[in-house]
């Protein structure tokens, strides 16, 4: 059983272990106060993984290595596996080339670490140039394309309703036929 | 509005300030998954995740800071400040001017106050050190660690204490100066059934 030490944040040094999970106290070596709550996983020692099986005749091979006996198939392409290119992610198994993609599609959410939220950007684009008034035969425009063009990309990964893209849509349309309909008067008067 | 049932929000809001200090702050929380921790950092029209497993947490550690008393004292020095300027104002405009300033700053104060004590609180994994940038006040860090320590017992099972304990330190250079690796056979490695820190 492998204990990987707790250090005071402030002065780096290491905690005692009578410390651990004893509420606040003050640190040795600062004497900061401190509560410093440990769990299993500290003292967890890490799995190897278990030894690669060679395959032998008669038995189902790997897709990608096939001298090594498989494992398990792939969840989203349903290749086999040996158990080095066997990746478990959120529940699923999945092979390198299916990650790959997952990750490039934004398909696999657990792999994503960050997100544009084009609601926002629209929304901010309907209503920001309202306030400058002459900016908004741009603006109105601009909110309008974005949320059209990016309705269907994901928002925030909170999952929000779509809200901020209709508000923007809806201002975005009455800004631009308060333009049409000012255009029409002063160029027909 | 749909409602997000995949997230459960925890207690506490903070703010990162990155590169350029304070002209780019991103706001942090923390929400809580069935499997794993989700630390949002997000400004105006992005947001950045960084995901912590249950599983992997190996120690979170909240520390007291002075931080809520230096600003509770800074917003009540300036509002004193106003009102000892008021004194000598004698035009009913700009007394209404000072006044509202120092109330302002009052406020604030009181704010800063009532928030309570404040706090650094990180979480510790295998390979990472990472402050908990949304809990930076005492109350709310343990109304977090009141959610997360049963999920995150529940999710790492029971310590095993037959074992030998072999103390390493990857994470802190300090750590080797200062504890040397040793090898004891004390089984707890540390106290069991905690509490949650009061």
Same mark, same amino acid.
């Given at each position: ?79 086999? $596996? ?53 900016? #908004? ?18 928002? #925030? ?11 923007? !849509? ?9 333009? !049409? ?9 | ?93 700009? $007394? ?62 029971? !310590? ?39």
């Amino acid at each position: 059983m492998q204990l990987t030490l707790v250090t005071c944040s402030k002065c780096k040094a290491v905690l005692p272990r009578e410390q651990y999970n004893a509420g606040f106290v003050s640190c040795p070596t600062c004497a900061s106060s401190l509560s410093v709550m440990v769990f299993p996983a500290l003292v967890r020692e890490a799995v190897a993984p278990a030894a690669e099986q060679v395959m032998v005749e008669g038995e189902a091979s790997c897709f990608y290595h096939p001298q090594k006996k498989a494992a398990l198939p792939c969840d989203s392409c349903g290749r086999f $596996l040996c158990a080095l290119c066997d990746v478990e992610l959120g529940g699923q198994h999945l092979c390198p080339a299916c990650l790959d993609s997952g990750k490039k599609k934004g398909k696999l959410k657990s792999l994503e670490n960050q997100r544009v939220l084009y609601d926002r950007i629209a929304l901010t684009t309907a209503v920001l140039p309202m306030l400058f008034v002459w900016t #908004s035969i741009i603006g109105a425009p601009v909110a309008l394309f974005i949320s059209i063009r990016y309705w269907n990309s994901p928002g #925030s990964i909170l999952g929000r309703s779509k809200a901020r893209f209709v508000i923007a !849509i809806i201002l975005g349309v009455l800004q631009i036929a308060a333009w !049409i309909a000012v255009i029409i008067y002063f160029t027909t008067r | 509005m749909t409602k997000n049932k995949e997230y459960q929000k925890i207690p506490g809001r903070g703010y990162r300030s990155d590169g350029v200090g304070l002209v780019v702050r991103r706001s942090a929380r923390l929400w809580l998954a069935s499997d794993h921790l989700l630390m949002i950092f997000s400004t105006m029209f992005n947001e950045e995740f960084k995901r912590f497993y249950l599983r992997d947490i190996q120690a979170i550690t909240v520390r007291k800071t002075n931080n809520a008393f230096i600003w509770s004292g800074s917003w009540l020095a300036v509002a004193i400040l106003f009102a000892l300027l008021s004194l000598g104002v004698e035009d009913a405009i700009g $007394l209404w001017v000072l006044r509202g300033l120092g109330g302002l700053f009052l406020l604030c104060a009181v704010i800063a106050i009532a928030s309570g004590q404040s706090c650094i609180a990180e979480i510790k994994t295998a390979v990472h050190l990472e402050e908990l940038s949304s809990l930076k006040r005492v109350r709310h860090a343990k109304a977090a660690l009141a959610i997360l320590q049963p999920l995150i017992e529940q999710a790492q099972g029971e !310590i095993l204490s037959e074992e030998p304990v072999v103390e390493t330190s990857a994470s802190s250079p300090v750590a080797n100066q200062n504890s040397p690796a040793a090898t004891t056979a004390s089984p707890p490695p540390f106290p069991i059934n905690p509490d949650t820190p009061s």
